[in-house]
């Protein structure tokens, strides 16, 4: 998940995204302004593509186990280290935290792939030129399968 502080402003967001892995900093960070009515409707509306949505189901199911042990580890009171986790379990904390790997992928300076999450793909696609790009490369795979 993009860390993300936002303040209204009426019907714009003003977002102020970091980028170093999850971690505030001011040098690495971008201010961005989104429209929240165009972003509802993006979220109600856009298409997605299979692949990242199977990528992402998969990643859920590793979440939800982590999250279970997380809880778990709680409930014992034992101090929750990465050595309690699988590796899956721990791949699919970062991509959902947005850090490690998963902090470059889900830049909205990258190009859309297969590593975002519906939000940080959400949020490329309020640019014009990637939306654009995305739409053009959907309709090339759909025109393929057809």
């Known amino acids: 998940m993009i860390s ?3 303040i209204k402003i009426k019907k714009l967001l003003v977002l102020d995204i970091p980028y170093s892995g999850g971690q505030e900093s001011n ?3 971008l201010k961005k ?3 929240l009515s165009f972003h509802h409707q993006l979220e109600q509306h856009f298409p997605d593509w299979n692949e990242r949505m199977d990528y ?13 042990r997380k809880k778990e580890l ?3 009171r034992v101090l929750d280290k990465k050595s309690y986790y699988t590796n899956e379990e721990l791949d699919a904390m970062d991509y959902f935290q947005g850090t490690g790997f998963y902090a470059k992928q889900q830049d909205p300076k990258v190009k ?4 975002d999450t519906r939000q940080s793909f959400l ?4 640019d014009d030129k990637l939306r654009n790009e995305f739409l053009d490369s959907l309709n090339r795979k759909n025109i393929k399968t057809i």
Request: glycine letters at 0%; charged letters at 40%; hydrophobic letters at 40%.
């Open 74 to 76: 709680k409930r014992l």
């Open 33 to 35: 302004k989104i429209d």
């Open 27 to 29: 040098s690495n960070s």
């Open 112 to 115: 859309q792939n297969i590593f």
């Open 4 to 6: 993300i502080f936002a």
């Open 123 to 126: 949020l490329k696609m309020d």
């Open 56 to 68: 992402k189901k998969k990643q859920e199911k590793f979440y939800k186990l982590a999250m279970k």
